[in-house]
């Protein structure tokens, strides 16, 4: 009996170690193939005409989760929408890879508790991120970041990371000499990872990030969400935040943030401001979308707003459909005022991946932009933005 009793409790055990093998094995794969989704289609038609111009486009994207997911960004994925491989084939130039930290179970647009059960913590978890993340907001932002340098370090030729304006002239002049390297740089989605300290800000800085936005989808120590329980504004800690990081020449993004949060910021600073991924209210009026008059305040510093590529924001997710409220967007805040911010790998489902923007550049033309706009929209207002605010 004793026997009996030992062999199945081994047999258990081993049953429960091949389990846990496998969740961890494959589980993370298959939740990101059900979140990062890409529509089965046709290869998308480009002209000659779109083709040839797209080739010599400056592109640049304020806005991809890629970091969040358990893949290596070096080597062309199966699954998710951006890796360096795909960014190079399609001609990105600029990629900011922004840290998601925290993530409300239930997650919606309309309102979000900033208690709810965090759904980041258990993807950690499972995808095996170092310890000192499963408990701390900064320690996943810090091993995003290690991720990006690891990269960095491992592929040099292919994608370097831009801290300084020096860097991010480096990049466009090997570019222009013929060099497929993508400059990438970092983003803190919600600034929640500060918990609460004004000297992490610092440690970000030092960790190479410099894009900051202020709130994700629930309210924090800084101010409300544009999804939280109220239209709050900016906390006191909050603008102290801001503050410093107009100070020390880093980019605001107030992507998430309440129409209270974004006033209050437009109040206190004088520098272009970023909305990193969005929509245009007008073109497609959902909770996602901040109200037009907001958006022209934010145009109005000089800053700019990331239009994304999918259906919450665009009503119509196709490369006609992404490319029409593009068009609205310069109709509406002028040329000078329209990025892109796709939110790749930011489980949000898309008619392409990055690899596939000339068909983007193609439907601009259909929609009438011409050369000067399209060369504004698909990167040249990005690289304005950046070279007023990056460190000198």
Known sequence: MAKFI?????????????????????????????KNTVAAHDPYPVSEQAAALHKTLIIGDWHAD???????????????????PRLQEGNVALQVFTAVTKSPKGLNYEHNSADAPDNITLLAIGQLWPYRTWGSLFERAIYQAEKLHGFEAEAPDDLKIIRTLADL???LERRANGENIVGGLLGIEGSHPLEGKIENLGRLMDAGYRLIALQHFFDNK???SLHGQGNLG???????VVREVAARNLVLDVAHSSPQVVRDVLEMTDIPLVLSHSGIYNHCQTKRNISGELMQKIAATGGVIGMGYWQDVTCDASPKGVAASIKAAVDFLGEDA????????????????????????????????????????????????LRARLPQ
Do not use: C, H, Y
């Open 6 to 34: 030992k062999r199945s409790l081994q047999t258990i055990t081993g049953l429960a170690l091949i389990g846990a093998v496998g969740f961890f094995a494959f589980a993370p794969a298959i939740v990101e193939k059900g």
């Open 66 to 84: 890629s970091l969040l997911w358990k893949r290596d960004l070096l080597k062309r994925g199966t699954r998710g929408q951006v890796d360096i």
């Open 169 to 171: 002239d480096k990049v």
């Open 222 to 224: 800084l101010g409300g």
């Open 234 to 240: 900016l906390t006191d800690f909050g603008r102290q």
């Open 338 to 385: 329209v990025s892109l911010g796709s939110d790749f790998d930011g489980s949000v489902g898309t008619t392409f991946d990055t690899s596939e923007l000339a068909a983007l550049t193609d439907a601009l033309l259909k929609q009438g932009l011409n050369n000067d706009q399209i060369r504004k929209v698909m990167g040249g207002n990005m690289v304005r933005v």
